[in-house]
């Protein structure tokens, strides 16, 4: 296939179009993603989560020019599942990754939310996919640490890195309501706010209560700090912990034969979404263009019928072989 054969030379029109297509759900881009499947895995995935304004693409800047000093082409994947709040945060990240437009080991893309029906992670694994055959060494995910959606999201990496910053009473709240399970490594950032002793304090304290078995062959999640962004000298030496950090990280993934597990971890969440896209949302989408879901609201706001009922009934007209 020709348009694979443009992506695995790296061509960033080919790979920027597929990409706008398939968060589109554009039925036909996917048959690519199913020429392009076998050539995928090469890439280390890095996602990178935490609270708006933490300080995510800044962070996200600098590793891809540490990356980048160690001759790895990277690609970054901004991720923004709020879109309509937030479109001007990608908007910035955009301006920001501008230095890295002009060299050819960089590709950024951001990907947000389009329709009512979700499937963002269906399109992070298909872009993370493209990325890959792109030849693309590390390949970088950040997303807003928010809901089960993101930690999904988050589930596509080898390595998970939640950002954290002092002086925000509801932080550890928000780790433990699931981001927690998922980091490998935490990041202090903007250290050098007031707070920062006190987080890693409430960090290990968390960490101190997990059982042994939450950390994969015995893997304690590693806090670093990150110093102030605007001072250059202290910010680099910061990035260049995390980034061995990083690389630790993945030959212990190496090491204790972990990444079969991640890969199976991104492999069952895949099959999911696949699904979900095949089967469910054809269902919805007709369901809504028939005007079926229109008159099922009104029977239930009505209280005529019960969402379970009216499920099971669609459910036996459209997928038979289920014996309901
Ligand atoms: N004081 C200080 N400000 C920082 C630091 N790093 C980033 N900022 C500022 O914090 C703001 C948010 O930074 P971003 O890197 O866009 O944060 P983000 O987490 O990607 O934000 P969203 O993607 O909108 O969730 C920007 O105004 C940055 O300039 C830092 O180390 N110290
Ligand atoms: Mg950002």
């Not at 997303?143 to 002092?166: A, F």
């Amino acid at each position: 296939m020709e348009r694979v054969k443009r992506i695995q030379a790296g061509d960033v029109r080919t790979a920027s179009r597929l990409i706008r297509n398939l968060e589109d759900g554009m039925v036909e881009a996917r048959s690519t993603i199913k020429h392009i499947f076998p050539l995928t895995g090469k890439a280390n995935v890095l996602g990178i989560t935490g609270s708006p304004g933490a300080g995510k693409s800044t962070l996200v800047d600098g590793l891809v020019e540490s990356f980048r000093k160690k001759d790895k082409t990277v690609g970054v994947l901004a991720v923004d599942p709020t879109s309509p709040f937030t479109g001007g945060a990608i908007l910035g990240d955009r301006i920001r990754m501008q230095r890295h437009a002009e060299d050819p080991g960089v590709f950024v893309r951001s990907l947000a939310t389009r329709g009512a029906l979700g499937g963002l992670s269906r399109a992070v694994g298909d872009a993370i996919h493209i990325m890959d055959v792109m030849g693309k060494d590390m390949i970088i995910v950040e997303t807003v640490g928010t809901g089960q959606q993101e930690v999904d999201i988050i589930n596509h990496s080898h390595t998970v890195i939640v950002v954290l910053i002092p002086g925000m009473g509801d932080e550890i709240q928000a780790i433990k309501a699931g981001i927690m399970e998922i980091a490998d490594i935490f990041v202090i950032n903007k250290a050098d706010r007031e707070g920062s002793s006190k987080l890693r304090r409430e960090i290990m304290a968390m960490l101190d209560m997990a059982p042994p078995t939450a950390f994969a062959a015995g893997w304690r999640p590693p806090i670093i700090r990150v110093e102030n962004a605007f001072e250059p000298e202290g910010f680099a030496k910061s990035l260049e912990e995390l980034t061995s950090t990083i690389e630790k990280h993945y030959e212990h993934l190496v090491k204790h034969d972990l990444i079969g597990s991640r890969v199976r971890r991104k492999t069952v969440m895949e099959l999911n979404e696949a699904i979900r896209t095949c089967i469910l949302e054809p269902v919805l989408n007709r369901l809504i263009a028939n005007g079926e879901t229109e008159a099922m609201i009104e029977k239930l706001i009505n209280k005529e019928s019960d969402p379970y009922t009216l499920a099971e009934d669609v459910a036996r007209r459209y997928l038979k072989d289920l014996n309901l």
